[in-house]
């Protein structure tokens, strides 16, 4: 009787073969999780996108609700006094321009560029960060700058309206280290106070012929148009340059780079 006999080298390859992949399989496994990924991370990116977006809109509504405290507790609204002696416009945006020593600069983006100059026209233009420190209570930047409520002059009670993250860096979602308070993705918030106390506001960009003109007296983005600019039927106005960070005084409001702006009164 013949008895069967097993090349050594070769068991446990036959062995390999049964347990494992062969290589055709395994760029079939490989194919499928390319596959998969690719319908996943655009999905992924989609639902981060709308949680930034979400996230925008709930500091935004943070930022009116604590201009409004203030009004309701002061009975007046958190605009440094310079400001308002010198107030020519019946409102007060505050924009992309902010106060270093005694001149205004250009806030820049994450990238470093320029931002849409974006001011109510006269000499003084500060960006958000004088609103966020009077609204905190606060008489000095992290960066050690003095803000507009020196001695507490803006806030005397010391209340602090707002609630907002604080940050170690000036491109970070949250308020930097020169005070400003920045979207998610890095850009400040420009906020807009009804400074004539008429319950109406014009913003600075929003208010501009060039960005909100429609037809009739209804302007872009639910606006009126009245003597001045268009006009919105609220007391504070907060909006965000949205994801590409860019605004236009060139294009309509749902146009171009304004397109994905996110807007407090929509």
Known sequence: MKTKT?????????RLAKCGFTLVELLVVIGIISILAAMILPTLGKAKGSAKKAQARSEM????????????????FPIPTLITRQLKTPDYTFGTKHMMGNSARLLTNPKGEPLEPIATPGRVQVSNAELVAILRAEVKFRNGRPTSNRNHGMNPKK?????????????????????????????????????NYDGKTIDAFYGQGSVSTAEGNEGLTGLRRVKGGYQANSSVLVWSLGPDGLASAGEKANQGVNKDNILSWQ
């Open 61 to 76: 509504q943070n930022i009116s609700g604590a201009v409004r405290a203030y009004e309701a507790e002061y009975s007046r």
């Open 159 to 195: 209340v602090n309206f707002l609630n907002a993250k604080d940050v170690t860096s000036m491109t970070q979602g949250g308020v930097g280290t020169d005070g400003v308070f920045r979207d998610p993705w890095g850009s400040p918030y420009i906020v807009t106070v009804d400074a």
């Open 6 to 14: 097993t090349n050594p080298d070769t068991a446990p390859a036959r």
